[in-house]
């Protein structure tokens, strides 16, 4: 069975850094790329970062860059994002997902995690 299981969540004032992690079972998580996505409460969901298969490029949305960080470890079957000098508009449940490539368009993902939520209080 294909399970993708985040962790890390939690509160945080802003400034603060909290590391996301996201597990990966029932296939090989290097053969695809595994991208965090968050939705805030009425908002529609929305791509935070990715990195690739094979050669781990990264990609960030511009909202986050110079504050997340992503990072494999094969080793461990897992995902991280780093999240630094957060901000009370990063609030969200953020999920993991993975797809055979990096793309920004939430369809494109074929397996996704339940979420962990994050609250940044100012």
């Known amino acids: 069975e294909v399970q993708l299981v985040e962790s890390g969540g939690g509160l945080v004032q802003a400034g603060g850094s909290l590391r996301l992690s996201c597990v990966a079972s029932?296939?090989?998580?290097?053969?695809?790329?595994i991208g965090w996505f968050r939705q805030a409460p009425g908002k529609e969901r929305e791509a935070v970062s990715c990195?690739?298969?094979?050669?781990?490029?990264?990609y960030y949305a511009e909202s986050v860059k110079g504050r997340f960080t992503i990072s494999r470890v094969n080793a461990k079957n897992t995902v991280y994002l780093q999240m630094n000098s957060l901000k009370p508009e990063d609030t969200a449940v953020y999920y993991c997902?993975?797809?055979?490539?990096?793309?920004?368009?939430?369809?494109?993902?074929?397996?996704w995690g339940q979420g962990t939520q994050v609250t940044v209080s100012s």
């Open positions: 997902a993975a797809a055979s490539s990096c793309t920004s368009w939430p369809y494109d993902y074929d397996y």
């Open positions: 029932g296939f090989t998580p290097d053969d695809y790329a």
């Open positions: 990195i690739s298969s094979h050669d781990d490029s990264e």
